[in-house]
């Protein structure tokens, strides 16, 4: 007879070679990366109480985006190189550029191609833009930070932001001559200027004087003040039961009208500089919308619908044809783009240009591709952990009496995620709303380090 203790000999072996298999394929898919990431944060924050952690937290988040500027060399392409090449144009004083099609359909382009042409002017390199794009973006994490910590309790708000520091797509996407980063950073700023208590003392009408222009620049570099307009309509909507009819339409009418002032301002000034002959207009605003109900390429760009471009007409009968006349396709398309859309993990901008590289690590030759899995798979393990907080924190707190940052941060995600499911959609396109859900997984955070200090 075997006794005890070796009874189980084989099964403890096969459990002790799975796990290694397990390890193994955890490491290769960055999945163990991922876990040990937020273990040592959760620990980190636990365990220490930084006081100098505003330094510290933008610090990292500088160093880490930095180093992906200058290890990452993707190519200028697409969109990205139209406005770079613009830039170039318009530092040398050539303006021909301008009597493009691209310019003359959609002006709104010209405002990053201004803020590219300043930095340009200071280094004729477009390292000088990612540098920008690395410093904009780690002054987002701080305002994550500081936004959080209107919200939830000093720890959580730290979590929040370094979970958000080592996100990958944020990260990576420093590396892209994108719209995106400096108009998100503004925007959020807006949404801290106009909610945060350190400003409570500040002049009323100076505060929403300033949210306005600053909304107003965001939309300059990129045209998504819309939905933060509407966002801010209905946020004024619903608390108007709680505040002062008078009061509300006075405060929202400054910020619309410092809003309006600087944008039309800027576009006059393009047109009659002849920078932009349609200043920062759209002449095709139903572009994005064919486009949107492409189901065959899921609401994104396909080069096939090109022979519409600028033509109303013949947008306006494709649309109705893809629309009235497809309607029983339109529920699985707007679920195919709200998964295309919400829960893709897109490195594509920053990464795709290694898939058929070798790189030399260490002395070690990976394929790009193997890379770019590790990387993605990382990725999905911390986003897929900030929406499992992000449901579980708000299932939790769904009865308790939310602040105002919080119901101003709930309406702009449902307004995004109904814009988007009407027009055009990219992954990289969810760089802005994906702040707020960040920032609102703080309550999924909040219980569980509550419920780790109970165990305690």
Request: glycine share 6%; aromatic share 16%.
């Amino acid at each position: 007879m075997l006794s005890n203790k070796w009874k189980n000999l084989f099964t403890d072996m096969l459990l002790i070679f799975l796990g290694l298999l397990f390890l193994i394929l955890f490491i290769k898919f960055g999945i163990l990366l991922g876990i040990i990431s937020i273990l040592i944060i959760f620990y980190l924050v636990k365990k220490y109480n930084l006081k100098k952690f505003t330094l510290i937290l933008f610090s990292f988040a500088l160093i880490t985006r930095l180093i992906a500027v200058f290890i990452l060399k993707p190519p200028i392409e697409l969109d990205f190189a139209v406005l770079y090449n613009a830039s170039n144009a318009l530092l040398k004083g050539d303006l021909s550029f301008t009597n493009t099609s691209y310019f003359r359909l959609w002006g709104y382009q010209m405002g990053q191609v201004l803020y590219q042409t300043l930095l340009l002017k200071i280094w004729f390199n477009p390292l000088i833009i990612k540098i920008g794009n690395a410093v904009i973006s780690s002054g987002t994490v701080l305002l994550i930070y500081f936004i959080s910590k209107e919200i939830f309790k000093e720890k959580t708000a730290r979590v929040v932001s370094l979970l958000y520091s080592i996100f990958m797509f944020p990260l990576l996407f420093n590396t892209v001559l994108s719209n995106q980063i400096l108009s998100t950073f503004l925007t959020y700023f807006a949404i801290y200027l106009l909610f945060s208590k350190k400003f409570i003392k500040m002049n009323s009408y100076v505060k929403y004087l300033l949210v306005g222009l600053t909304l107003g620049l965001a939309n300059i570099i990129r045209p998504e003040g819309i939905v933060i307009l509407t966002t801010l309509i209905l946020f004024s909507i619903y608390y108007l039961i709680k505040s002062n009819f008078i009061d509300t339409i006075k405060k929202v009418g400054i910020i619309f009208l410092s809003y309006l002032v600087i944008t039309n301002l800027c576009s006059y000034l393009l047109i009659v500089t002849n920078v932009s002959p349609i200043g920062l207009s759209n002449k095709d605003p139903l572009w994005k919308f064919v486009l949107g109900f492409n189901y065959e390429s899921v609401g994104m760009y396909d080069r096939n619908d090109d022979y519409l471009v600028g033509n109303s007409d013949l947008e306006i009968k494709v649309i109705k044809e893809r629309t009235i006349g497809n309607i029983a396709k339109l529920p699985i398309l707007f679920v195919k783009k709200t998964n295309n859309f919400w829960l893709s993990v897109d490195l594509y901008w920053s990464n795709n240009y290694l898939e058929n590289e070798t790189v030399n690590i260490l002395g070690f030759n990976l394929k790009g591709h193997d890379i770019n899995q590790v990387l993605i798979n990382y990725s999905r393990c911390i986003y897929y952990f900030m929406f499992g907080c992000l449901f579980l924190g708000l299932y939790k707190n769904r009865k308790k009496e939310k602040n105002e940052i919080t119901t101003f941060l709930q309406i702009m995600i449902l307004v995004y995620a109904l814009v988007y499911l009407l027009i055009e959609i990219m992954p990289r396109y969810v760089y802005l709303p994906q702040v707020g859900l960040f920032i609102l997984s703080g309550f999924g955070i909040e219980y569980i380090l509550e419920k780790m200090l109970e165990r305690k």
